[in-house]
């Protein structure tokens, strides 16, 4: 079964009639609207999200490279799930690289995260303190901005705009990539081995928790609390709790 952010990614893909140019083995793999390699990729498409589309049958290899197929486009256009996204999004304020706060749109029924998010023990409070949500939120908006993948729930081009003028480029890009993929890194290294299992799959991965135990062999209900836990050492990582900055 395809996840959320795949699923979206697809349909984002086929709304500009995207080409994925499958070159080498790297970690992504760069999508052209309407097949103009002129022009700069509409997205980058992880390995895993490539492999999870082909083997669900959603991409059709052409002449050009690799495209979303007519009969998946279509099933993805009559899903309904975008009325229901646009019911769930909600304007909230982000804290960015330097302290700066933006507006972002956020919506919270998109991803596996999100969902944690929202939910509340029997005490009525949130499974998750407002400064591991931010954690975690800063740790996927690495992960997409290193070209890994990206959870559509979260929108972080208006956070993280560049207000200098500059208009960037292949190489600006390039370099933007390399940067986060170091503070993926560091982020990792950071939690240390088995925590960042957690963390990783829900945030990045948009996996649920449930699965996350099966797939590990770990106790049932043991998911949130290393998820806590790893997110804790994030906040740690990042040197601050929510409302100050990452």
């Known amino acids: 079964m395809l996840s959320v ?3 979206h990614l697809a349909a984002n893909l086929a709304e500009k009639s995207a080409v994925i140019v499958k070159s080498g083995e790297g970690d992504a793999y ?11 990729p509409l997205r980058w498409v992880s390995r895993e999200s490539f492999q999870q589309l082909t083997s669900f049958g959603g991409l059709q290899s052409t002449e050009l490279g690799y495209r979303v197929t007519e ?9 309904g799930d975008h009325g229901r996204q646009h019911r769930d999004m909600e304007e ?9 706060k933006r507006a972002a749109a956020i919506n919270h029924g998109m991803s596996a995260f999100d969902r944690i998010c929202r939910r509340k023990d029997h005490r009525g409070e949130p499974f998750l303190t407002a400064a591991q949500q931010e954690a975690g939120h800063t740790l996927a908006r690495d992960y997409a901005a290193a070209g890994h993948g990206h959870i559509n729930s979260q929108n972080y081009m208006s956070a993280g705009e560049d207000k200098t003028g ?3 480029g292949v190489e600006d890009s390039h370099i933007r990539r390399l940067d986060a993929g170091k503070k993926l890194q560091a982020a990792t290294a950071a939690m240390g081995e088995g925590l960042d299992k957690a963390v990783l799959a829900v945030c990045c991965h948009d996996q649920r928790l449930e699965q996350v135990e099966r797939a590990e062999k770990w106790a049932a209900g043991s998911g949130l609390t290393l998820l806590r836990l790893g997110l804790n050492a994030l ?9 100050r900055g990452f």
Not at 92 to 100: F, H, Q
């Open 71 to 79: 009969s998946f486009a279509r099933r993805l256009k009559s899903g």
């Open 5 to 7: 952010s795949d699923r």
């Open 166 to 168: 500059y208009d960037g």
């Open 235 to 243: 906040v740690k990582h990042y040197g601050s709790a929510a409302g």
């Open 30 to 40: 760069p999508a052209y609207a309407y097949g103009d390699r002129r022009k700069r």
């Open 92 to 100: 909230r304020e982000l804290y960015v690289p330097g302290g700066v």
